[in-house]
Structure formats: C-alpha cells, structure tokens
C-alpha cells in the first residue's frame, strides 16, 4: 500500500474530501465550514486525499490553546504525482480576509502537526519506517470566499520570492472560486 491509500485506510471516511472525477484530472469542491462558502481545486494528481482536518477534535479537550496549540487549518491536501513529486498542501479557508495573519499561521501550524500525528501513527501502527518522508509541504491561505470575480488576487504572505513552504510563509489566495493544483505547489502553467 502506498501513503495514500494508508491514509484512507487510517481516516475514518467523514474526515475525507471525495475528489470528483471529470474530464482529465480530479477536483475537489473545499466548502468552509463557517461560512458555507466553497473553493474549487482542479487538476490534482490521481493518486491524492483530502482531509478535513479540523475535524481532529483531540487538541480541544488535551492542550489549553495559550499558544495557538488548539487551532487547526481546514484542509490538508496529500499527493503523489506522476513525476514522483510528492506534496503536502495545509489549506486554510476563510469567507472574508479578517483574520490576522498571526491567527493563520497558527492554523497552518496546527495542520502541520495534524500530520505529524498521522505520520507517526502511520509508523507505528502500520509499522512503515519511511510513511509520509519526503513530501514538500506548502502552506495556503484562501480568503474572501464571498469574492467578487473582477478582483483575484494571488500573492504570498511576505516577500514575493520565496516559497511558502513554512507557516509563516504561507500562499495567500483572494477572491478565487477555482485554483489549479499546480498553483497551490507553486508550479507554471
């Protein structure tokens, strides 16, 4: 079995994002579960999951959150793509662009940990040494989900050469209602 499908096995089903086959690629619809609102992904390699990962409930009742230790992006998207590449996309979601940035660091911090938990759950349970090593993260942030079409935007959290593959690095995406994958990864079209 390769990371994904232990991943799928690992996860109970209402955590999963199903992806949407259409014509080529998949998709996946990300709905913001305050507001309703929803992104579309497309063009994400076939051998992929998507998880909800604030659903992981544990952090509210373990840790007391002084530090942000309780929060939790949204989305994380895990893929193998056909060149090898393998890629680890936390994803936070938001209606409006209101929250501060130190707020969305901490949820992208928080996803990160998410996969730490399953990586070594992944190591101990299913006993493979090497589950989930090797994979590039990148960090996203997606707001005004409630956009205005003329308006999007695309523009990374601080300077624009560097890559967002740290938290405090993250992607942010405005007033976007699809985004490619190769986008999210930071690849040209």
């Known amino acids: 079995m390769n990371d994904i499908q232990i991943l799928q096995e690992m996860l109970n089903p209402d955590a999963q994002v199903m992806l949407q086959s259409r ?3 998949p998709s996946v619809q990300l709905t913001d579960s305050q507001s ?4 579309e992904i497309k063009g994400l ?3 992929s999951i998507v998880i909800r990962a604030e659903d992981f409930e544990n952090p509210l009742t373990i840790f007391n ?12 998207i895990v893929s193998n793509d056909e060149r090898g590449k393998k890629w680890i996309i936390c994803i936070e979601t938001q209606e409006m662009d209101s929250k501060l940035a130190s707020h969305v660091i901490q949820q992208l911090k928080g996803a990160s940990c998410f996969v730490s938990y399953c990586r070594c759950i992944g190591k101990s349970f299913w006993e493979l040494e090497e589950f989930l090593d090797d994979y590039q993260y990148r960090f996203v942030s997606i707001t005004d989900l409630n956009f205005n079409r003329s308006k999007r935007r695309t523009q990374p959290f601080h300077s624009p050469g560097e890559l967002h593959n740290r938290p405090d690095l993250f992607l942010k995406i405005s007033r976007s209602p699809t ?3 190769r986008k999210l990864i930071n690849l040209a079209s």
């Open 23 to 25: 014509q080529g690629r």
């Open 36 to 39: 309703g609102m929803t992104v």
């Open 45 to 47: 390699p076939h051998n």
């Open 65 to 76: 959150g002084s530090r942000g230790e309780r929060k939790r992006a949204d989305f994380v």
């Open 179 to 181: 985004i490619y994958f």
